[in-house]
């Protein structure tokens, strides 16, 4: 706990006129849910924990095979059964507006 002379006098009146109590902890971010988490711990144990790189490229080369696949494959409960790829082309099919360019050139195949 910091000494009170450290606090500035106008921050020491106002939380303790308002009944602040200080805290460092941050509040948790509720929007992501722990799909970031939980995303990071998926690429983590397909690359990372799996396969021994021998260079910083072969782990983006795979890294990006691995993307590929979960994107273009991987069906997802929570996007009621659609890949991430056909969540996005469907919502682009139903609102074009909310995007710059079409996300049916983003394929990988033939001409990449």
């Given at each position: 706990?910091?000494?009170?002379?450290?606090?500035?006098?106008?921050?020491?009146?106002?939380?303790?006129?308002?009944?602040?109590r200080?805290?460092?902890?941050?509040?948790?971010?509720?929007?992501?849910?722990?799909?970031?988490?939980?995303?990071?711990?998926?690429?983590?144990?397909?690359?990372?924990?799996?396969?021994?790189?021998?260079?910083?490229?072969?782990?983006?080369?795979?890294?990006?095979?691995?993307?590929?696949?979960?994107?273009?494959?991987?069906?997802?409960?929570?996007?009621?059964?659609?890949?991430?790829?056909?969540?996005i082309?469907?919502?682009?099919?139903?609102e074009?507006?909310?995007?710059?360019?079409?996300?049916?050139?983003?394929?990988?195949?033939?001409n990449?």
């Open positions: 706990m910091r000494p009170e002379s450290s606090v500035a006098p106008q921050d020491s009146l106002t939380t303790s006129a308002l009944a602040f200080r805290s460092a902890t941050l509040r948790p971010n509720h929007w992501t849910n722990g799909q970031v988490e939980r995303m990071n711990r998926t690429l983590k144990e397909a690359t990372v924990r799996r396969y021994h790189d021998e260079t910083h490229e072969q782990l983006e080369d795979h890294l990006a095979a691995f993307l590929g696949a979960y994107n273009f494959a991987k069906r997802l409960k929570t996007l009621q059964g659609l890949t991430p790829y056909e969540a082309c469907k919502a682009w099919a139903n074009p507006e909310r995007f710059r360019r079409a996300p049916v050139h983003l394929t990988s195949g033939l990449t």
